[in-house]
């Protein structure tokens, strides 16, 4: 079926840059939106960022200035360029994506993968 994988987490310097990737694979038709969510130690996920089939944009205002999301429609992937990284920004990122199969539309989560932002 429909598989979310994430790469390209790790630990990074505040102020330095991380590139995150996505990549839908298995029987898919279509995707529509996909976003960027994180998870930090003891607080709940939250939207970091989102962009439509169509390429609008949004993102979470902590984010906005220093993220920047894109796809690959042909690919069917979703980036996150993260630069000026802050300490607040360490958490679990979880790439998501609206994908239409054989049968149904609905959003599917990848596992995610950790950014540690530390000296």
């Known amino acids: 079926q429909v598989q979310l994988v994430e790469s390209g987490g790790g630990l990074v310097q505040p102020g330095g840059s991380l590139r995150l990737s996505c990549a839908v694979s298995?029987?898919?038709?279509?995707?529509?939106?996909m976003g960027w969510y994180r998870q930090a130690p003891g607080k709940q996920r939250q939207l970091v960022a989102t962009?439509?089939?169509?390429?609008?944009?949004n993102y979470a205002d902590s984010v906005k200035g220093r993220f920047t999301i894109s796809r690959d429609n042909a690919q069917n992937t979703v980036d996150l360029q993260m630069n000026s990284l802050k300490s607040e920004d360490t958490a679990v990122y979880y790439c998501?994506?609206?994908?239409?199969?054989?049968?149904?539309?609905?959003?599917?989560w990848g596992k995610g993968t950790l950014v540690t932002v530390s000296s």
């Open positions: 962009i439509t089939d169509g390429g609008s944009t």
């Open positions: 298995g029987i898919v038709f279509r995707v529509y939106a």
């Open positions: 998501n994506a609206d994908v239409q199969t054989t049968r149904v539309r609905m959003n599917y």
